[in-house]
Nanobody, 124 residues
Framework: QVQLVESGGGPVQAGDSVRLSCTMSGGAFSSYVMGWFRQAPGKERLFVAL??????????IYKDSENGRFKISREDAKNTVYLQMSSLKPDDTAVYYC???????????????WGQGTQVTVSS
């Protein structure tokens, strides 16, 4: 049974940076495309970023509107995917989820396994 656990969230000030981590157990981490999604209070869950498998070149896709503030990376030896976020804004406040899928897709419906999320709260 694949399990995903996020960490690194918490309260931060606008303009700060944070790095979220997500670690997989019970699965072959290196075989999965890994994605990050977020859900703000009262809003739908939205795609943030993904990274492909290392064997396929670890290609990345980001939400265009983030303008380079976010960076996704993976460390297969630790079964971990990261999301580095900088210049945080109050609108970044959300629960951040990691997820795993066999395919290079931004569609949350195609992700098979999800973590429980980690809260990031950005204040002015």
């Amino acid at each position: 049974q694949v399990q995903l656990v996020e960490s690194g969230g918490g309260p931060v000030q606008a303009g700060d940076s944070v790095r979220l981590s997500c670690t997989m157990s019970g699965g072959a981490f290196s075989s999965y495309v890994m994605g990050w999604f977020r859900q703000a209070p009262g809003k739908e869950r939205l795609f943030v970023a993904l990274i492909g498998t290392s064997d396929s070149g670890a290609s990345t896709i980001y939400k265009d509107s983030e303008n380079g503030r976010f960076k996704i990376s993976r460390e297969d030896a630790k079964n971990t995917v990261y999301l580095q976020m900088s210049s945080l804004k109050p609108d970044d406040t959300a629960v951040y989820y990691c997820a795993a899928t066999p395919w290079m897709t931004t569609s949350e419906g195609q992700y098979h396994w999800w973590g429980q999320g980690t809260q990031v709260t950005v204040s002015s």
